[in-house]
């Protein structure tokens, strides 16, 4: 019934579409950096691609990136408790280790266990958000085997300074700041910070204590942008991230606390010369968490990774007809174990070599590219990944679109060296995609319908060796994920629709069951509508029956946001948001014996926005 009735909505929304817009003429001036490493506008791009600008982000008044990705075809999100909490991202079904995540170009992805942590970062703060749908290893590496999501908090060019305050339910306060603007003629800066806390909700459900799970969070991103000629750029840009995140484990027992201390610095010399543009950048990246009992009974083990990254890029363009796209690629990873009662990896560090070509080429209707990339790894030695796609333009507002690709995820270190369990033989998990598409552009909507099918062999898998013998990880199984995306973005009037659809079927190749935590059916509907000096939102996302890892099913579920925003003046506003707004419940993840986690329930957030 829940699924019938957003159908039925969205039916009768697009049946309504009168008002005429310039969504195709936005298409053609949006700039994605993301899909191959250099910039070309949204229409070019081959890849799906969805791209969240800051007025997206504005208009449905997210608090963070999570609630912007799960309005997005393709994409499933998935939390076992708040947005502090442990939250996988699915792209096209891959799994949340497949999906490489970077903030202002700095891969974010854990060493150790292979998933990034985005939930912490505050929607206010991000400027753009690029999603690229499908594998992009050949250009990326490991980790892009479902797809990259990339999140740019600084914007070029843009003179701003606004204070934002907010409190809401279970105690959820925030504080933040964000300035950014000229400081000289050829100098821009950037700075953001942000102080943000909440009691969280009760998590697990069923456990002995009734005790609620949640966070307190510090963060602060800071950019300088120098032109010193019409030549030479430099670019730096810092991010730093300390939380303290109250979670519940799922073998039940008293409430954990992990302490995180991140930190990522990124900088880059740019050389740009008639059609040639060289890029040199250098980064790192830092983790330190300290995981335990929250009422500190017991001393807690440590984790401490760093992550070091060099990398130089040749792009060539001849007019808009021909790209041609040469990489070098370093990194270096180190992590080891500490604390109490801890024993150290086997081995603390790793390193990966790669280069990587990539070609574009447009002549007349047909658009065609190709990009290959070789890594050579310390851990698991060489391996070449492949993409090609291929563009033809049917009519002005038709395209259609066919891309193939290949994918890995390299072992992490508790997969290689996990004391005494770690397998260093290990091969890095390996995908084939294809995907065929067909999209449309005009003045009154923007749509687009995408088939896909994804082959993972090499699965990491951890398992006992023998009755009651140590848990060891193989590579045992095989996925196949077959899908059917549909979005669409129009008019009714003075209302914007954004509404997309996902039929998939993921399911392990081994024993034909549904992959866990991952629906069959996903829809979203974002309405936006502005009047006088009122904004207001409506989000609406459907999820269909997952399967856990137990294959213990958990229902399908509904949530509506509600948002609303009034401008007093051209500086000062006040904004109320009710998440979950009908009070669903629903299980997003299953525990030991009969526990099980639950999402919050309804939430009110009341914000105020002051720009100087």
């Known amino acids: 019934m829940k699924k019938s009735l957003i159908v039925v909505a969205v039916v009768s929304t697009a049946a309504h579409v009168h008002a005429a817009n310039s969504q195709s003429s936005s298409i053609n001036e949006t700039v994605v950096v993301t899909a191959n490493r250099f910039e070309q506008p949204q229409s070019a791009v081959l890849a799906s691609v969805s791209i969240i600008t800051r007025q997206d982000i504005e208009s449905m008044q997210a608090d963070s990136a999570l609630e912007v990705l799960r309005t997005l075809p393709g994409v499933e999100i998935n939390s076992l408790g708040g947005k502090a909490q442990d939250t996988s991202i699915y792209i096209r079904g891959t799994s949340t280790q497949h999906t490489l995540v970077l903030v202002d170009g700095v891969k974010i992805n854990s060493a150790t266990s292979g998933g990034a942590s985005i939930g912490l970062i505050p929607a206010f703060a991000i400027e753009k958000i690029e999603v690229i749908r499908g594998p992009r290893a050949a250009i990326y590496g490991s980790d892009a085997l479902g797809g990259v999501i990339s999140i740019t908090t600084a914007g070029k060019g843009k003179s701003l300074h606004k204070a934002t305050i907010g409190y809401g339910d279970n105690n959820h306060k925030l504080l933040g700041w964000h300035s950014s603007g000229q400081l000289n003629e050829q100098t821009h800066g950037s700075f953001i910070a942000a102080k943000e806390k909440s009691d969280g909700h009760r998590v697990y459900q069923l456990a002995p204590s009734e005790d609620k799970h949640g966070y307190d969070s510090t963060s602060f991103f800071g950019s300088v942008n120098h032109q010193f000629n019409d030549q030479w750029r430099l670019e730096v840009s810092a991010y730093k991230q300390e939380s303290d995140n109250e979670y519940a484990s799922q073998y039940g027992g008293p409430k954990q606390e992990s302490n995180n201390d991140f930190y990522s610095l990124i900088g880059g010399v740019n050389f740009q010369v008639d059609n040639y543009n060289s890029k040199l950048t250098v980064s790192t990246a830092h983790n330190e968490a300290w995981d335990g009992d929250a009422n500190g009974s017991s001393g807690k083990s440590a984790l401490f990774t760093r992550r070091n990254n060099v990398v130089w890029l040749n792009t060539l363009t001849r007019v808009d007809e021909v790209a041609v796209n040469i990489g070098l690629d370093y990194t270096k990873v180190k992590a080891h174990r500490g604390g109490t009662s801890t024993t150290d990896y086997d081995d603390t560090s790793k390193d990966n070599k790669a280069g990587f070509l990539t070609s574009l080429i447009s002549v007349n209707e047909f658009t065609a590219e190709a990009s290959v990339r070789h890594d050579d790894d310390s851990s698991f030695g060489g391996h070449s990944t492949w993409n090609v796609g291929l563009g033809y333009q049917l009519m002005d507002s038709l ?68 009755a009651g013998g140590a848990w060891i990880p193989a590579n045992v199984n095989k996925a196949r994920i077959k899908g059917l995306e549909v979005s669409a973005i129009f008019d009714t009037w003075s209302i914007e629709h954004k509404l997309s659809a996902e039929w998939k079927d993921p399911i392990n190749k081994e024993t034909h069951e549904q992959l866990a935590r991952r629906g069959k059916q996903n829809f979203s509907w974002l309405v936006s509508y502005n009047i006088a000096k009122f904004d207001l939102s409506m989000v609406a996302n459907y999820v269909g029956d997952r399967r856990d890892n137990n294959n213990d099913k958990m229902g399908s579920y509904t949530t ?12 000062f506003s006040m904004g109320v948001k009710v998440s979950n707004a009908f009070n669903e419940s629903y299980v997003t993840g299953l525990g030991s014996g009969s526990y099980y986690y639950m999402a919050d329930g309804r939430n009110v957030f009341a914000s105020a926005e002051y720009k100087f």
């Open 560 to 571: 509506v946001d509600l948002a609303t925003r009034y401008h007093f003046t051209d500086h």
């Open 399 to 466: 395209q259609v679109v066919a891309n193939s690709g290949t994918g890995f995820k390299a072992p992490t270190f508790n997969d290689l060296y996990w004391p005494g369990q770690g397998n260093p033989e290990l091969k890095p998990e390996e995908s084939i995609s294809n995907e065929l598409g067909l999209r449309g552009y005009s003045d009154w909507i923007d749509w687009e319908v995408s088939v896909y099918k994804t082959d993972i062999d090499n699965l990491i898998e951890w398992a006992p060796v023998g």
